[in-house]
């Protein structure tokens, strides 16, 4: 059934969709307010961000070094930000980080904004929680806007976030990282396993269009490191 319902997404819904977010747009969720400009992820239209923002609401995040990798537009960064947290929020794509500066500035958070490919530019420290939510598909990118959502054919967004992401954890650091069911998830957790980590299913959760997954990423004691 899932399979038709895209059908029809791809068909119909997603060329209106990209005509819509061809120019600026607010939206407001949990009193947390956003400007999303052209080639940003839109949390509004797809449920990952929400869905993987109540999850890490579900933890204490007062005083919590928090990392977002690929933080977009910022929702779950501003999000963890207004619940006390210290905040660091990555993008590759500059429009990404304008946006971000500009959700900053719109909501009056205390954030750190950098300009990275996955850990890149991200002094060397542990975090006690990252937060991420990938591209999930195999293809190469051709833009910067789709860096958001392909993570190469080989999956080498993964390869890349695995095997840097040793230098940004301690011992008590959690790792959440939201999935779908249109990803190679047995790639990803190939490539998890290599650099010396695990991905353990917390919850789950489908809608018309896909079905979600919540991972806690724990070491293995294997791997590459």
Request: net charge positive.
């Amino acid at each position: 059934m899932r399979k038709i319902v895209k059908y029809f997404f791809n068909l119909a819904y997603r060329p209106w969709l990209i005509r819509y977010l061809s120019i600026t747009r607010t939206y407001t969720y949990k009193g947390i307010r956003l400007q999303v400009l052209p080639g940003v992820f839109h949390p509004g239209f797809f449920y990952s961000s929400k869905l993987l923002l109540r999850h890490v609401s579900r933890y204490p995040l007062q005083d919590k070094s928090f990392l977002e990798v690929g933080a977009g537009s910022g929702l779950i960064s501003l999000f963890a930000a207004g619940n006390g947290a210290r905040v660091t929020a990555t993008d590759i794509n500059l429009q990404a980080v304008e946006c971000l500066r500009v959700n900053q500035r719109l909501n009056a958070a205390n954030i750190e904004i950098i300009h990275s490919d996955l850990f890149e530019r991200v002094p060397p420290r542990g975090f006690d929680i990252i937060a991420v939510n990938p591209p999930y598909y195999r293809k190469n990118p051709a833009t910067a806007a789709e860096q958001a959502w392909y993570c190469g054919e080989n999956g080498e967004y993964f390869s890349g976030f695995f095997s840097g992401l040793q230098s940004y954890v301690h011992s008590r650091s959690e790792i959440w990282m939201i999935l779908c069911d249109g990803c190679d998830l047995e790639m990803i957790r190939s490539l998890a396993a290599r650099y010396g980590w695990g991905l353990h299913c917390h919850f789950t959760r489908g809608n018309w269009v896909e079905k979600n997954f919540i991972f806690k990423i724990e070491p293995t004691g294997a791997g590459i490191l």
